[in-house]
């Protein structure tokens, strides 16, 4: 687990590369990036917001140096690993789609042997998020089986039924706020699921 915090155009750019070229170069690795912090959508585009960013309103400026969504995609392209799923607590969402056993069931192993590039958003475009870590609470307690997130409850968090399960709750606790979940809409990584035990 590695943790970066207010991270600059440079060092998000670097940091995402070497997570996904370098870390992902294993076959077997299950990839998890979690970005909490400013997201916008610019002429239809989501962005990751660094530090050093301007304002959106000084448009060219602000696509030097934020992160577009189709930029994180190709990040998460280079992975050779099997796996990687892409969580943003961040204002701009929606721009990137798409009794335990004692041993997992076909519909997990099968999940967990396919590729798959997934994404968890905390708001839909457009929306302005909370910041008061709800999203991120969730999560950990789906996480933790405090939450009913586990919706076959056969002892394995997908992130297909994470998804669900924070898009139902937020929406629930939150009118102004709406997240989504999906595959990348590409052949080769929309197969499995991101499984958590």
Avoid: M
């Amino acid at each position: 687990v590695t943790l970066k915090e207010n991270l600059t155009a440079d060092q998000l750019t670097d940091a995402l590369e070497d997570f996904y070229i370098v870390r992902g170069d294993n076959r077997n690795a299950r990839l998890l990036v979690w970005f909490a912090g400013h997201g916008a959508t610019v002429d239809d585009n989501g962005y990751l917001v660094p530090i050093d960013a301007p304002l959106t309103a000084q448009v060219t400026a602000f696509k030097k140096k934020a992160l577009s969504l189709r930029r994180f995609e190709e990040y998460a392209h280079e992975a050779v690993s099997k796996h990687a799923l892409g969580i943003f607590d961040a204002c701009f969402a929606g721009t990137i789609f798409s009794n335990q056993r004692s041993q997992p069931s076909p519909a997990i192993t099968q999940a967990t042997t396919r590729p798959v590039r997934q994404f968890l958003t905390s708001g839909e475009e457009g929306e302005k998020v909370r910041d008061d870590g709800e999203f991120r609470k969730l999560f950990v307690r789906a996480l933790k089986g405090q939450e009913p997130a586990d919706a076959n409850r056969d002892g394995y968090l997908t992130a297909s039924e994470l998804g669900i399960y924070l898009h139902n709750r937020i929406v629930n606790l939150e009118h102004d706020q709406t997240p989504r979940y999906g595959k990348l809409r590409h052949s080769k990584f929309d197969r499995g699921d991101f499984v958590f035990k």
